[in-house]
């Protein structure tokens, strides 16, 4: 069946380092990739979208590469900032009009001053 | 803000009791979706909705049901409550049903069962 990993553990980094977040997906060959942040209690929020056949993209401090051989994707946050603390969600998604939405458990990532 | 609407904001109710909560999508959005989080176990996909039909169906117990109506906003029912129940549940919204589409959340409704 279909698996997505992201570390459970949380992640905790010092301010103005580059946090990197990782995807890992099992038995499927997605299309496209999308990252989502989710602060506690509230709904996630859409941050990028990586089809399969870019290697990179990138948006503002956010970068997001996708290795489609190693089934995997990064998602890298430069010069972390405090307000950058929440949980990082990742979901590969099929091509087509009908699938299944499936997202990762996420990963917590903690900006420290 | 992303558009989309959910209420109630909290429900709490007791086991073996029925209740709705209802989701408006964004302006112009005719796909619904409903996902369940619990601490445990992530956001779980329950069921999605396109134009007022049914298009895919995750891990939703009979005991619940869903749809979408004429204006697209659209109800999650659940039934027979149980304490593992007790969980925030979200609606998402998007344009259509292309999976480069992003999600749009809707603030979710926080639902204890005591």
């Known amino acids: 069946s279909q698996k997505i990993e992201q570390n459970s553990e949380a992640l905790n980094i010092q301010e103005g380092k580059t946090a990197t977040l990782t995807c890992n997906y099992t038995?499927?060959?997605?299309?496209?990739l999308q990252w989502y942040r989710q602060d506690p209690g509230r709904g996630p929020v859409f941050l990028l979208l990586?089809?399969?056949?870019?290697k990179e993209k990138r948006k503002e401090r956010l970068k997001v590469t996708f290795d489609t051989t190693l089934k995997q994707s990064l998602f890298h946050i430069t010069a972390s900032q405090p307000a950058d603390s929440a949980t990082y969600l990742c979901?590969?998604?099929?091509?087509?009009?009908?699938?299944?939405?499936?997202f990762g458990r996420g990963t917590s990532l903690i900006v420290h001053p | 803000d992303s558009g989309v609407t959910q209420t109630p904001k909290h429900l709490i109710t007791a086991t073996g009791q029925r209740v709705t909560l209802r989701c408006s999508p964004r302006?112009?959005?005719?796909?619904v979706y409903w996902y369940q989080q619990s601490l445990d176990q992530g956001l779980q996909f329950l069921i999605q909705?396109?134009?007022?039909?049914?298009?895919a169906k995750g891990n939703i117990l009979e005991r619940f049901s869903a749809q979408q109506f004429p204006d697209l906003h659209s109800e999650l029912n659940l039934s027979s409550l149980e304490l593992g129940d007790s969980a925030l549940y979200f609606c998402?919204?998007?344009?259509?049903?292309?999976?480069?589409?992003?999600?749009?959340f809707g603030p979710g409704t926080r639902l204890t069962v005591t």
């Open positions: 990586i089809r399969e056949n870019e």
């Open positions: 909705y396109y134009n007022g039909e049914e298009r």
């Open positions: 038995n499927y060959s997605p299309a496209y």
């Open positions: 998402a919204s998007s344009p259509g049903l292309a999976a480069s589409y992003e999600q749009y």
């Open positions: 302006s112009g959005d005719l796909s």
């Open positions: 979901a590969p998604k099929g091509s087509g009009g009908s699938y299944i939405p499936t």
